[in-house]
C-alpha cells in the first residue's frame, strides 16, 4: 500500500521537473530580451561618450578661464600695488602736515 503512494508520489514529482523546464524556457526568453537590453545601454554609452567629450572640452575652456583669471589677479594686484607704492612715496617727499 505504501509503495503504490510513493509510485503516485513519484510521478507527481516528475511532474514538477517538467514545469521546472518549462520555466526555464522561459527564463531564457527573459536573457534574450535582457540581451537586446544591454545593446541599447552600449549605444547609449556610446552617446555618453560623446557627451564626455564635450563636457571635456568645456573644462578646458573653463581652465582657461581659471588661468587668466589668476594672471588676471596677479596683474590686478601688481597694479593696486604699484599705486599705493607711488601713493606712500608721494605721501613721503611731500611730507604732508597733520
Known sequence: MNF????IDLVDL??????????????GANFVDLEAGFVG??????????????????????GMDFVDSKHLGYF??????????RREMIYYLDDPRE
Open 4 to 7: 503504490v503512494d510513493s509510485k
Open 14 to 27: 516528475g511532474m514538477d521537473f517538467v514545469d521546472f523546464g518549462a520555466n526555464f524556457v522561459d527564463l
Open 41 to 62: 545601454l552600449k549605444m547609449g554609452s556610446g552617446d555618453l561618450g560623446m557627451n564626455f567629450k564635450d563636457l571635456e572640452m568645456g573644462f578646458v575652456g573653463l
Open 76 to 85: 590686478l594686484d601688481w597694479c593696486f600695488g604699484q599705486v599705493k607704492e
